[in-house]
């Protein structure tokens, strides 16, 4: 009888709040309106120059506040005359609330089907939760998503040579990626790239080496292409073409080992763009804070470097012929990962059984003279890597050593390197963050021969970087100075590269910029200050 008088009890306040809702509150719905006035926001004054690439000034001036300063003026008054209003109301609620005393003693009936009826709503709820998902696991979701972009490069050294003197690209590029959702649990794609650069018709195919042509002029490739699921709630496995990012720093690598990188065209872009997927069969097992990824690389790919004839290949010959490894399940490569996120830090650590992406070259007649090809030798990796935030500042470190690393100047001799890195980063700018990374790589047992040509390399490789970025324009464009340099003091070569990037639309954007470079005393840099280029990338996402 109790929970019956407390449940009348309940009603009456719900009846009573109501009438006093409508006796207060509805006749003021006009004057709500007015009070909702604000000052805008003031906007900032930008100016942006790019080299010749383009000139984008916006101005916004304060906005007058007079108006506004009126309009709060009409709503205090509007606010004083309501109070007024609901004053004068003051005997009309006493009423109200007599009448509600006098019916709360009145005994009420409780309406028909009580909780019976609310459990046919939860009984509905259940069944059409299990028909939506019943729905998902049999209706496959496909869509297609693209993005086309037409870039072009302009050489403006006065040392360059031809034909890389003045416009040196123009690539339009159609990437179309076909996704479908098999189920709650699993999905897949399939992605695939192409270009074809203009230029090479426009200036003469002549004029290029065949190297050049079969580099640059036109491609056809698979992009990331897997499929992805949940075997259990803590064991997922993607297998197909896929990128695999490890470490924590962002412009430089140490035990980021797994994606070869597109370096046809170095500096031009970010090394997110730079990384080629590569097929591998990964389960990730999910543990508390911690995620156990285990890889099987049966895909065998190295990076795209510039070709013989291009003004980024310092060489008068090529290259000799590659003698890449046999792909398939006899060559397997491995590796793993123990990653762990925590409150302001995270860590991982990292394990690879890989074939080195430097090459060595050596005769293809084993132990007698012939004709020189390219290997690559199985190294082992193990590495680690973190980071920790501390207010505005991103603290970065990352550690890795490898063994089974060969050189062309000393046949048959194996060695041991040890890379170490770290960074800062300062997010404490309104919209704006600046980042500083070094690499070491040192090498034991180091011979001085390994300084002659063609291997080139110090005991000890030094390669810093610094990144700043800035967006304006509610975010709409993204200002980046990126300088990248080989060596303490850019001996082995360098590149600095201003960028802006403006988006039109969600799905349009521009980007521009300029790259100068830095010849260095060897390797792919020497000679390549006559390759100084603006560029400009227009993108189209659908």
Sequence with gaps: MKGEAHEAEDRVRYQYRRRIWAVCFDSDSDSDSDTEHGAEKMSKALSIAIVAIFFLTACFLPVDLSIAQESREQSMDDIIQGLDDEASKGDELEDVIKGFEDESDEPREEPPGGDEFLDGFEEDVKE?????????????????????????????????AEPWQGLTMLRPELELTLKNKFSDRWQGQISARGFYDTI??????????QQVLDTYES??????????????????????????VWGTLDNLRVTDILNPLDLRQPGL??????????????????FGRWDLSVMA??????????????????????RPPEGNPDQGFEEMQFAAAMTGVF?????????????????????????????????RPRTHMLGTAANVAIGNWLLKAEAAGFNGLRYTN??????????????????GFKEATLSLEVVNRHLFDYREVLLLPPDEIRENEFQWSLRFMKDFLNDTLTLTLLASTFGIKADDGAFQRLDAEYDITDAMSVRGGVVFYESGEKGLFQGVEASDRLFLVYRVSF
């Design 128 to 160: 059409t939760s299990g028909e939506r998902s019943a729905e998902k696991k049999i209706s496959p979701s496909w869509s297609l998503e693209g993005e086309f972009a037409v870039t072009s490069t302009y050489n403006f050294a006065p040392d360059a």
């Design 200 to 209: 090479y018709v426009l200036r003469g195919r002549d004029e290029y080496t």
């Design 219 to 244: 491609e056809l490739r698979l992009e990331d292409t897997f499929i992805q699921g949940s075997i259990t709630d803590q064991l997922d496995t993607k297998i197909g073409r896929q990128i695999v």
């Design 269 to 286: 872009t970010d090394i997110d763009d730079l990384r080629l997927p590569v097929t591998m069969v990964k389960f990730d097992y999910y």
């Design 297 to 318: 690389i049966p895909e065998v790919r190295f990076s795209k470097l510039p070709a013989f004839g291009s003004d980024f290949y310092p060489f008068p010959a090529p």
């Design 343 to 375: 409150s302001g830090w995270d860590v991982g650590i990292y394990w690879g059984n890989t074939y080195a992406d430097q090459a060595y070259a050596e005769s293809s007649v084993p132990g007698a003279l012939g004709p020189l090809v390219l290997n």
């Design 410 to 427: 000393t046949p048959g001799i194996e060695y041991t390197r040890l890379d170490m890195g770290g960074g800062v980063e300062y997010s």
